[in-house]
């Protein structure tokens, strides 16, 4: 039989190996709504050898399919009714959900043997929706970018004649597109993405009778950045001084914000010197990284350090890195000694307390007098009632003379009776003996 040179090279990689040649399950996926019609093509004509299905049944192989059940591979009955075999396909007029699982095909001679596996997974409509999301086609655009999205895999849904009418749909609802959204044959085009273009859009089309529909979710992310991470805490720019008491646990957090970078995920690790944290004592350990906020693909995230206990040893610089495919950047914290605090704090507040004492015994000496008497108004009733005394003061003053017309001794003695026991008597309740006033003449 006349060969090409692809199945010749085909036939010398089965002549190396013993057995059959096992490519385990290719990568493409097959994904259906129960009811859809789907096609499962063998993959080795498509992936692994160079050559089709006619050529390879020219040199004498076969194809076989079978469905993995376990550990075991069953051979498919082909009913025609709702399977059957078409060349190097599997046509399924009406998928059912116990069609999920891995579909292989085995292509072979009395000598040659070699076989890959494809997966299909069959789901029905989440409630309330027209999609199930684990079967969902992913696509991705940044903000104010251009982008298409084509209803995937209907390939063997087309006709030469014509192309399949496709209807499209976003959150399973009919759309009214705005201007910068233009439906062409089976995709859509946005001519600059906004946030709120992110979500389902579902695409339907017709064949044989069967609705046929493929959902591909939206994410809208920032614009890819240019620039490397920023840390929020601790700052960059100084090292930010935290005081520790020894033998104490500590959890220090590093903040950092990460601007979208890809599929990247972001880089956060802590340094004590030139060692990471990984290479130190047990004591002290990085928590899991954290992230606190994501929005369109911009996370800020946190990375602890946590000391199970404080050593002397563990006084030091420690710097937090964060970096992307821009750069590095870090910031640090030091790590303090608190009792040098305890003796500024009590050096102060022993200092204050001096102070106030100095300034409370120079406003007594001062005020004394006037300290007392506002006392006495104030609190002092009581007090006097209770002391056991009769007078407060004795009340000295030089006695005019009649006969004598000095003003100033006439002054003294009006002070004397009438001014001082109206203030201290009536204003502030002192009790003055007077003795021209309280002195009880005795009998002789």
């Given at each position: 039989k006349n060969i090409s040179v692809s199945n010749i090279c085909f036939i010398i990689v089965l002549l190396s190996v013993d057995g059959c040649i096992d490519w385990s399950?290719?990568?493409?996926?097959?994904?259906?709504?129960?009811?859809?019609?789907?096609?499962?093509?063998?993959a080795l004509f498509y992936s692994y050898i160079r050559t089709n299905y006619s050529m390879a049944q020219s040199t004498g192989l076969r194809l076989m399919w079978y469905k993995n059940k376990g550990d075991l591979e069953e051979p498919i009955i082909f009913s025609e009714v709702r399977m059957s075999k078409d060349e190097d396909s599997i046509w399924f007029h009406s998928v059912e959900l116990q069609d999920s699982g891995f579909y292989t095909c085995v292509l072979r001679n009395s000598t040659y043997c070699m076989k890959v596996s494809m997966s299909l997974t069959v789901a029905e409509n989440e409630s309330g929706l027209c999609y199930n999301s684990k079967i969902r086609y992913l696509e991705k655009s940044e903000v104010t970018k251009r982008k298409t999205i084509s209803c995937p895999d209907i390939e063997d849904y087309k006709t030469d004649s014509q192309e399949p009418d496709v209807v499209w749909y976003k959150e399973c609802k009919p759309k009214m597109w705005r201007s910068v959204v233009i439906q062409k044959g089976n995709t859509l085009l946005i001519q600059e993405v906004q946030e709120e273009d992110g979500g389902n859009y579902t695409c339907e089309l017709k064949f044989e009778g069967?609705?046929?529909?493929?959902?591909?979710?939206?994410?809208?992310?920032?614009?890819?950045?240019?620039?490397?991470?920023?840390?929020?805490?601790?700052?960059?720019?100084?090292?930010?001084?935290?005081?520790?008491?020894?033998?104490?646990?500590?959890?220090?957090?590093?903040?950092?914000?990460?601007?979208?970078?890809?599929?990247?995920?972001?880089?956060?690790?802590w340094m004590k010197g030139e060692k990471f944290i990984e290479e130190l004592e047990g004591h002290i350990r990085e928590g899991e990284v954290r992230l606190l906020r994501e929005h369109l693909g911009e996370k800020e995230v946190e990375l602890t350090l946590i000391f199970d206990a404080v050593e002397e040893a563990d006084l030091a610089n420690y710097t937090c890195h964060v970096e992307n495919r821009n750069g590095r950047k870090h910031a640090s914290v030091l790590l303090r000694k608190k009792d040098l605090i305890y003796k500024i704090e009590l050096a102060g507040g022993l200092g204050a307390i001096l102070l106030l004492l100095i300034l409370l015994v120079t406003i007594y000496k001062c005020y004394n007098i006037e300290l007392m008497l506002f006392y006495r108004q104030n609190f002092g009733g009581d007090e006097a009632a209770d002391d056991?005394?009769?007078?407060?003061?004795?009340?000295?003053?030089?006695?005019?003379?009649?006969?004598?017309?000095?003003?100033?001794?006439?002054?003294e003695e009006q002070f004397a009776l009438e001014i001082l026991p109206d203030v201290l008597e009536k204003h502030y309740g002192y009790k003055l003996f007077i003795p021209d006033r309280d002195l009880i003449p005795s009998g002789s």
């Open positions: 399950v290719d990568l493409k996926t097959y994904m259906a709504l129960a009811g859809e019609p789907v096609r499962v093509k063998c069967k609705l046929i529909r493929r959902t591909v979710e939206l994410k809208v992310t920032a614009l890819l950045t240019d620039k490397p991470p920023k840390p929020l805490f601790p700052m960059e720019n100084q090292p930010t001084v935290i005081d520790v008491q020894l033998g104490n646990p500590l959890t220090v957090a590093c903040k950092a914000f990460f601007g979208f970078s890809g599929e990247s995920g972001p880089m956060i690790y056991n005394k009769e007078y407060d003061a004795y009340l000295s003053y030089t006695k005019v003379d009649p006969d004598a017309l000095d003003c100033d001794n006439n002054e």
